[in-house]
């Protein structure tokens, strides 16, 4: 039998998801770990990173309502493995993004596209032996359950609203990059916990199916600007010419703005708030 944090309150009948949640995220973490490591396909590195985020939205969850909880200490062995995949992660999206470039003839772009995919490979071979000795990594933790079962609606719904609030305090003074990142993890964490506890009604102050929509036209801009990092960051090393790069990297820049304008546009509908009612 589960045991009580200190102080619980009766859980609300969607409450006990939170919990089996976190195990089946555990699990699929595992087995996501050891399909990036194996068959190091696009498809293996892109879940074992979601599934990292989902974690990180539980540990926060757990932070928001246990302050003594060291969240930061007990994320950090899944943070060191999200990172180091990050860089793999960053140049398949290149790749992808590159290949759909319409600027430069077939031929510059393939070889573009094929430098990124081998830079790829050789940058996962070099992370699996540290990787591996981490295998372990992805068994409960009894704090965390405890404080899982501790949450009831009430306390839910307002980490939820001060999620909100930080959401609206990001987009509501200006158009930056750095802005958007965050905006776009708060967005990753309201829309992770409102599924896993099936929230609705009057505890859920964000309708999910904008949140979804946004999220995802957050996720597009953020593969441009990843790209563009990217891109810059290898610019002395690509098999292609400077001026071909940088007509790439023009092309992929006016894409990011131009997409970073639909989507303050459509937050600035939402009326997100910046402060908790």
């Known amino acids: 039998m589960m045991r009580r944090h200190p102080g619980a309150t009766e859980c609300f009948e969607r409450v006990d998801s939170l919990t089996s949640y976190y195990h089946s995220l555990l699990r699929t973490y595992r087995n996501t770990l050891d ?13 074992l990173r979601v599934t990292t985020k989902r974690l ?41 993004v590159v290949h759909r470039t319409k600027r430069l003839p077939g031929s510059t772009t393939a ?41 009831d609606e009430k306390g839910l719904g307002r980490f939820l609203r001060g999620i909100q609030s930080e959401i609206g305090e990001q987009t509501r003074h200006d158009a930056s990059v750095r802005r958007l990142h965050r905006a776009r993890r708060l967005y990753k964490i309201y829309l992770y ?38 891109l810059e960051e290898l610019r002395k090393h690509v098999p292609i010419s400077k001026s071909d790069l940088t007509t790439v990297i023009n092309e992929i820049k006016a894409r990011e703005r131009r997409t970073r304008k639909r989507i303050l546009k459509t937050i600035a509908t939402q009326k997100i708030r910046s402060t908790v009612s």
Not at 35 to 43: K, T, V
Not at 75 to 91: C, E, H, N, W, Y
Not at 121 to 150: A, C, N, W
């Open 35 to 47: 399909d990036a490591l194996s068959s190091a396909n696009e498809d293996a590195v892109h879940d």
């Open 193 to 230: 916990l409102s599924e896993a506890a099936d929230m609705r009604g009057a505890a859920h102050p964000l309708r999910l199916e904008r949140i979804q929509s946004t999220q995802r036209s957050l996720g597009k801009w953020h593969d441009l600007v990843i790209v563009i990092e990217c």
């Open 111 to 151: 070889r573009l596209e094929q430098y990124l995919v081998l830079r790829r490979d050789k940058t996962l071979d070099s992370l699996r032996s540290t990787i591996r000795k981490q295998r372990k990594l992805g068994e409960p933790s009894s704090s965390v359950e405890d404080i899982l079962s501790s949450i």
């Open 56 to 96: 990180n939205a539980i540990y926060q969850l757990v932070s928001f309502v246990d302050p003594q909880f060291k969240a930061q200490k007990s994320f950090r062995p899944f943070k060191t493995i999200f990172d180091s995949f990050g860089s793999v992660r960053d140049l398949d999206i290149a790749a992808a």
